[in-house]
């Protein structure tokens, strides 16, 4: 694989529904993970901060590859920033003979949209329980679907039935209210506001106004080595 390369630009930064995108293979390489290759530009996502892989494939030739797994460095500030697309290999297709081609990289857009609104749940969790509990920080998150949750940082904790209610309450009315999801291009890395409410640092993918986040439901309240874990399905999503 060449070492001197430019870093994948990240095109999911800047619009969650685009749905197909051409972008141009510019390195290959294998590992323990398998046969992959790296674009100049990319609509996929790759996991991390609590966000799934995207799903898709990308077609090269009438030939089409689904991607099997994306990694990426930790620190997206990390230069070069270079996304690993693992595909399904062809024993017919001689990838090495495909660097500088162009290929259409089209994503799966009903799991690209039900990760961006988890996603974006957690973001309004957090804000939703700060602005109930100002003592209370959100530090953490799995925005998995059927397994989501939020861990909150701050003392004192406080009563969990009650938490659970109100929280659950302000949530949905926030959702409901259909406050737009604005992003800050002016700091580094990026920041996600909801509303008026606080920002966030984020490198995933979002919806763009709350209405789209669909009935929130809390699903348990746990305190764990001092700290709250916030389990948070959507609703239509527990089935």
């Known amino acids: 694989m060449a070492t001197l390369i430019n870093s994948t630009e990240r095109i999911y930064y800047r619009d969650t529904y685009l749905d197909n995108f051409e972008a141009k293979i510019i390195a290959i390489g294998n590992d323990d993970d398998g046969e992959f290759v790296i674009f100049d530009?990319?609509?996929?996502h790759p996991q991390g901060g609590g966000q799934p892989d995207d799903q898709g494939y990308f077609k090269l030739k009438d030939k089409q590859f689904t991607i099997k797994k994306l990694l990426a460095p930790r620190n997206p500030e990390y230069d070069p920033y270079l996304i690993k697309h693992y595909y399904e290999k062809s024993d017919s297709f001689n990838?090495?003979?495909e660097i500088n081609q162009t290929v259409l990289q089209v994503i799966n857009m009903e799991t690209r949209i039900l990760y961006a609104r988890y996603h974006s749940a957690g973001h309004l969790l957090s804000n939703a329980v700060n602005k109930l509990y100002?003592?209370?920080d959100g530090c953490n998150g799995n925005h998995f679907p059927k397994t989501a949750f939020v861990i909150f940082e701050g003392s004192p904790l406080p009563n969990l039935q009650g938490l659970k209610h109100k929280v659950n309450d302000f949530v949905n009315e926030l959702i409901k209210n259909d406050l737009p999801i604005?992003?800050?291009?002016?700091v580094k890395p990026r920041t996600i506001q909801f509303g008026d409410?606080?920002?966030?640092?984020?490198g995933g993918t979002h919806i763009a106004k709350t209405s789209e986040i669909g009935v929130v439901v809390i699903r348990?309240?746990?305190k764990e080595k001092g700290r709250l874990r916030i389990a948070?399905?959507?609703?239509?999503?527990?089935?």
């Open 41 to 44: 530009r990319t609509i996929f």
């Open 95 to 97: 990838m090495e003979k």
């Open 134 to 136: 100002p003592e209370l």
């Open 182 to 186: 604005k992003t800050n291009w002016e």
């Open 197 to 202: 409410f606080k920002s966030y640092p984020c």
């Open 220 to 222: 348990n309240v746990k």
């Open 232 to 239: 948070t399905p959507t609703k239509d999503d527990e089935k």
